[in-house]
């Protein structure tokens, strides 16, 4: 047992890298993309330390090409969700007595293998796998991924530094536990580091977990194992588990041991897990912890003094970038009519220059859109507006889903506020605009607080200071990430620690301490040095 305090100094965030013509990283980068194209990897199930194969597999294709295969995944069932639970267990113990700085140590050796020797593989895999361009893989499979290992270890260090006050003849002290039981993480395919980062950060905490990554980024996610493994991780503390929802997330939920849910992806997949856990109430042995990320139709609200330059550079970034999936991504937006004519010229003079197609192609913008269900989702909104007349399409609307999901940056004028590509959430290329009369300002922002049953992004754009704080004050709750003249993406780790509400999630802040309080379970210690040795008080006494 080591008898110091061991300080870990407090991060600084992972630069990224620019990938510019004539970079050393960018030969690199199309180096590793080389190499992993031209093979196919076989991807089981991670249980116990162990690879487990099973009679069920799937092929892994990317996005934009899906003739193109990269891997074979092995899904799991019943069988090895039991597997996983009783490998969990049998490490719990084990991993939650080994000294908060052994594991902080894991961590951080894994993030500066994210950061370095596997840089190349994060990205390649990324982009391969989810269809991602290098600057999109790099912010966010490196730069964000890195982060959250380092910083979640600086702030696991500061929460046990927080302890009581101790009065004369007595100490008294806080033990910040792991949960009883182990955590269930359930990753999105969007962002391979919140799909580390979901059983990591409970792991960190010195929990166990069982691993569920999205079917549709299983390639990536099957990487970080990997890493793990190198950086020290012990058996069965993290247990990966590919599979489709029902197949693994019935027997977990039923599980007495089942000790929290980490979860980002679809509302009604969040909502159903949390009624299963709920009927499943009596089952458990302590309260499961229920942490949820989930979707959101984030808005942008310009005021008539916006810089139109700065909002036409915004709209276009935050609606477009990785195909608009991200669950910040801009979704809708309010314009006053007074500046809508110079947003509207600027805006379609810079987005018919935005390319889109293979991402081995680096001059392009976007890639493909992840799957055959979401191009159909999205495409099918397209069409609703074709047929609309409530809607028109002022740019794009094509799409091809012959070799790859390719969906074109598409912008919507809606006539009603209440469009249906203005309330529900596409998660796809799709911006619809209103334009609302500059004397209707106060109220559209009713309008865009009312409108969503989400609460996750947003951004207000004005020069005015008053109407600034005006905004801010009637969107209060509108979102739980908000930005003011800036777009509602990109939030970093230790500067903007991500979540929102209402139907968006449990506002747990990703990229905070107060995320990772909510994998511990908190013991006071009160220990009287000089007991009492009479029970009766003063005020007893005669007169």
Not at 105 to 119: H, N, T
Not at 473 to 500: C, E, H, M, S, W
């Amino acid at each position: 047992m080591a008898n110091a305090f061991f300080e870990i100094r407090e991060p600084e965030n992972e630069p990224y890298l620019s990938f510019a013509p004539g970079t050393p990283e960018r030969d690199e980068l199309r180096a590793e993309i080389d190499r992993l194209k031209n093979m196919e990897v076989e991807i089981p199930a991670i249980i116990g330390g162990k690879e487990v194969k099973t009679d069920h597999q799937q092929d892994v294709v990317m996005p934009h090409n899906h003739q193109h295969k990269l891997a074979t995944v092995h899904l799991c069932g019943e069988e090895e969700v039991q597997m996983a639970i009783d490998a969990s267990l049998e490490a719990r113990q084990k991993w939650a007595d080994l000294p908060w700085e052994e594991r902080a140590s894991i961590f951080l050796k894994a993030a500066d293998l994210v950061a370095g020797p596997y840089r190349n593989t994060m990205n390649a895999s990324t982009m391969l796998g989810q269809s991602k361009t290098p600057h999109q893989a790099d912010i966010e499979a490196a730069g964000e991924f890195a982060d959250f290992l380092r910083f979640n270890a600086y702030y696991l260090q500061e929460i046990y530094r927080d302890q009581p006050y101790s009065p004369d003849g007595m100490w008294n002290r806080m033990e910040y536990r792991p949960l009883e039981g182990f955590i269930f993480a359930v990753t999105p395919f969007n962002f391979t580091a919140i799909a580390g980062n979901l059983p990591l950060a409970p792991a960190l905490c010195g929990n166990v977990a069982l691993w569920k990554p999205a079917t549709s980024s299983v390639y990536s996610s099957y990487y970080i194992m990997k890493i793990l493994k190198e950086a020290g991780m012990p058996d069965g503390v993290i247990n990966f588990l590919p599979g489709e929802g029902a197949d693994v997330g019935d027997p977990v939920i039923q599980n007495e041991h089942l000790a929290g849910l980490h979860f980002t992806g679809s509302t009604g997949t969040f909502q159903h897990l949390w009624k299963s856990i709920a009927e499943n109430i009596e089952t458990y042995n302590t309260y499961p912890r229920i942490v949820g990320e989930t979707g959101g139709k984030d808005f942008i609200f310009a005021h008539h003094s916006a810089d139109v330059d700065a909002l036409v550079i915004a709209a276009i970034r935050a609606a477009y970038e990785y195909q608009g999936q991200k669950c910040s991504a801009a979704s809708r937006m309010y314009i006053p009519k007074s500046i809508w004519p110079e947003f509207e010229e600027k805006f379609l003079d810079e987005v018919k220059d935005v390319k889109y197609g293979d991402i081995e192609d680096f001059s392009n913008f976007m890639g493909a859109v992840i799957d055959q269900n979401a191009f159909d989702n999205i495409s099918s909104y397209i069409d609703y507006v074709k047929e609309s007349d409530d809607g028109e399409i002022l740019f794009g609307g094509n799409y091809d889903d012959s070799e790859g999901y390719f969906i074109e940056p598409t912008l919507v004028l809606a006539k009603d506020p209440h469009f249906k590509t203005m309330e529900e959430e596409i998660f796809g290329p799709v911006l619809t605009v209103y334009v609302y009369e500059d004397e209707d300002f106060e109220e559209t922002l009713e309008l865009c607080d009312t409108t969503s049953p989400y609460a996750l992004t947003g951004a207000i754009f004005s020069q005015d200071r008053y109407a600034l704080k005006q905004m801010a004050d009637y969107l209060r709750q509108a979102a739980g990430n908000f930005y003011i003249n800036d777009k509602p993406t990109a939030a970093i780790v230790n500067q903007q620690p991500f979540g929102g509400a209402r139907k968006s999630g449990t506002n747990d802040k990703a990229g905070s301490a107060a995320n990772l309080m909510r994998w511990l379970s908190v013991r006071s210690i009160k220990e009287t040095t000089v007991p009492a040795k009479d029970w009766t008080y003063p005020y007893m006494g005669e007169e």
